[in-house]
């Protein structure tokens, strides 16, 4: 087996975190009653996701570096974050006012869909 | 650095170079890492010294007297091995892992933001071209520390230090962003180092003095960055006339002093981030060090005699913002926690938001800042250029536009 | 023995933080432990992008994600960190659905980002040489693209802009300040617990 430190790492090994990630986000989001952590589970995927961006917009982590994303994957990037961010905002202000108005975190509980 | 003991090391301990090169660089890193950590530690130790000196000045008393010689010096130390020695108590009811945690993360925070802030040109721990950027998000990070250990307690004055310190962080960030892109702006780069050169020169060279928006923007930076360090009259999440200690209520020992250090550590780092963004960072007022010519082009040493005064002269700037906000401790009442967001959102963010618009209008129609403007010369002839990035990039994109 | 690839060590340090704090995060049903652990994981992401060359995208995912969603998250959680919400329990059977379904896509996932030989082993010697992406970046937003013929992002960003206006009303609107219904009797989401 060749030592694994001496070998230079690819968008590969940087997908396969991203998967790892983003599996343990769909993971969260099934098995989670808490509301919260249904959106921790979201964050995780978007981050997978955003791992693989970043590794195809990387200028050395491929043979060819002229297929590299270049800047765009930063930029998807970005807006992955901004978007994530704004997400969590209207999410959490609909687990709080679910909250207020059943006293109930639990999602298994959330199952009327009427004021 | 990390080549210099890897060849030393090949050539003295007659080592192989496959095992010479990762300790080389072991080594190298352990030094970093001891020289900063070194700055948090004794510069915890230093000012907090000061501020019981400067406490003790204040309220007409004389602060520590005994320890260590006449002016108590060593109090500290004393103190410290106090703390060290102090059983580590828990209450039953807390989280354990998260109680136990908690002073890590904020010390960690504290810390990793030192990583990318320079001293002087080229001594820095790493070279970030986003360091500003970098530093104000991992100071961020520290408030999750006080977060949790307010949380993790399971003591209800935690719980509401731990509270206040969320509503403080959102109302605060805001503004702190604000103002910092202000000199980052006339710079033009986020770099720091290249924001410190670019200062170099004359006291008016200095960003805080380039017109009257920055001289503004500094005031409501340093509001700010009080208030990101949980200094009063922002320090609600501790609030010791309130809430016992706030976040630290059911700590004791050394998890306790990791709180303080943290706090100690972050607070002298705002205030080399002012002095860098707004003071010259470590370019005096006269550059008496250029003009007997201690820097790079006359030799390795001259260079670095340079680096050491200017290291020096950035350390004095920022302990003089430290115990500026020593005074204001001691002289202001806390606010409410209704003040505080007040302050930040409602007061602070509309004037940064115009010291920033007023900034960029000035750049735009009177580059060169104010004294350039009043054709104000500069004995050795500095002139403000935009940084060389910066430049890069706008050649090609002018290209386009024709 | 070979010379060991530093930024190969960074990065297993970096990936092997990420993906153990993700599955802490799945494994934990204490609420505020999973929020830390996600802490935890999103900065070794931020690490993984500052190999990857991307040190704006880094710092943004920290000051934005840890500094700021997770803030916002944690603030959330003590909010409706009742005892009983704290630790809510899966049934097994929910779980060995949601370990069979996550097995799958992650064998998935996994065989296709091996799946090209091109994308196995990078160049990364290059790594060290730091490149400013944040100018490229600030000119790529405002629509002026000049490493690349293409137009920028303009109107994305625009977009966004009003979208996290927008955003930050009805956030505001949605958890305003309400007379908190008071458990009665007649409430029976109340009576059931």
């Known amino acids: ?115 | 650095m990390a080549e210099f003991f890897t060849t030393n090391l090949i050539e003295y301990v007659s080592l192989s170079e496959a095992w010479a090169t990762p300790l080389g660089y072991i080594l190298a890193a352990m030094i970093h890492i001891a020289l900063l950590l070194n700055v948090v530690a004794v510069g915890a130790l230093g000012f907090i010294w000061l501020e019981r000196k400067v406490a003790g000045r204040i309220q007409d008393r004389l602060g520590p007297t005994r320890v260590g010689g006449r002016f108590g010096w060593l109090q500290t130390l004393a103190d410290g091995l106090k703390l060290i020695t102090k059983e580590d108590l828990m209450p039953a009811a807390a989280d354990p892992f998260l109680f136990r945690v908690a002073p890590y993360v904020a010390f960690c925070a504290s810390f990793a933001a030192y990583l990318a802030l320079p001293f002087a040109t080229g001594w820095v721990g790493q070279h970030l071209n986003v360091a500003v950027f970098f530093i104000l998000a991992v100071l961020g990070i520290e408030v999750f520390g006080v977060i949790l250990a307010g949380y993790g307690s399971a003591s209800k004055w935690s719980l509401f230090g731990a509270m206040r310190e969320a509503a403080q962080v959102v109302s605060y960030e805001v503004p702190l962003g604000l103002c910092v892109i202000v000199p980052v702006m006339i710079a033009g780069t986020m770099d720091l180092i290249a924001i410190g050169d670019m200062q170099a020169g004359m006291v008016w060279n200095w960003f805080i003095f380039h017109d009257p928006f920055t001289f503004i923007t500094f005031w409501v930076f340093f509001t700010c960055a009080t208030a990101s360090v949980n200094r009063a009259p922002f320090d609600l999440a501790e609030a010791e006339s309130e809430l016992v200690a706030g976040f630290h209520t059911e700590y004791s020992g050394l998890r306790w002093s990791f709180f303080f250090m943290a706090e100690y550590g972050s607070m002298f780092l705002v205030s080399v981030l002012a002095a860098i963004l707004f003071f010259g960072g470590w370019n005096g007022p006269i550059p008496i060090t250029e003009i007997i010519g201690l820097n790079e082009t006359n030799g390795a040493l001259a260079g670095y005699v340079g680096n050491l005064l200017g290291m020096t002269n950035l350390i004095i700037k920022a302990s003089l913002g430290v115990t500026v906000m020593i005074w204001v401790r001691w002289s202001f009442p806390r606010l409410r926690i209704d003040q505080v967001i007040t302050t930040c959102l409602k007061y602070c963010t509309p004037i940064a938001a115009m010291m920033f618009l007023g900034a960029a209008l000035w750049i735009l129609y009177l580059p060169g800042g104010l004294w350039a403007t009043l054709r104000l010369s500069d004995p050795l002839g500095h002139t403000r250029e935009a940084a060389p990035d910066q430049q890069a990039a706008a050649m090609p994109a002018d290209g386009e536009r024709e | 023995m070979d010379q060991i690839n530093w930024h190969t060590f960074f990065f297993l340090l970096s990936a092997l933080g990420a993906c153990t704090f993700a599955l802490m995060v799945v494994f934990t049903s204490n609420i505020v432990r999973m929020a830390f652990f996600l802490v935890l994981s999103l900065t070794s992401t931020a690490g993984l992008f500052f190999l990857a060359g991307a040190d704006f995208v880094g710092a943004m995912q920290i000051m934005i994600y840890v500094g700021g969603t997770m803030v916002l998250l944690v603030f959330g959680v003590m909010l409706t960190a009742q005892e009983r919400f704290v630790s809510l329990k899966t049934s097994g059977g929910t779980w060995s659905l949601a370990a069979l379904a996550g097995g799958a896509l992650l064998a998935v996932l996994l065989q296709t980002a091996f799946s090209v030989d091109d994308w196995k082993a990078g160049d990364t010697a290059q790594a060290g040489q730091s490149q400013t992406t944040a100018t490229r970046i600030g000119l790529g937003l405002l629509g002026a693209r000049f490493d690349e013929g293409t137009s920028g992002y303009l109107l994305p960003f625009e977009i966004v802009s009003i979208h996290l206006l927008v955003v930050l009303i009805g956030a505001a609107y949605l958890a305003r300040a309400k007379r908190r219904a008071k458990p009665s009797a007649d409430n029976p989401a109340d009576r059931s617990d």
Do not use: W
């Open chain 1, 1 to 115: 087996m060749t030592n694994l430190l001496t070998q230079p790492v690819g968008v590969s090994h940087y997908m396969a975190v991203g998967a790892v990630m983003f599996v343990c986000g769909i993971v969260c989001m099934a098995t989670k009653r808490n509301a919260l952590g249904v959106l921790m589970g979201i964050e995780l995927v978007l981050n997978g996701a955003n791992i693989n961006f970043i590794a195809f917009g990387s200028a050395y982590l491929q043979k060819d570096s002229a297929m590299s994303l270049g800047l765009d994957g930063q930029l998807i990037a970005l807006f992955v974050i901004v978007l994530a961010a704004a997400e969590a905002a209207v999410a959490l202000a609909i687990a709080l006012n679910f909250y207020n108005n059943h006293h109930s975190i639990d999602v298994d509980r959330a199952d009327e869909l009427k004021g």
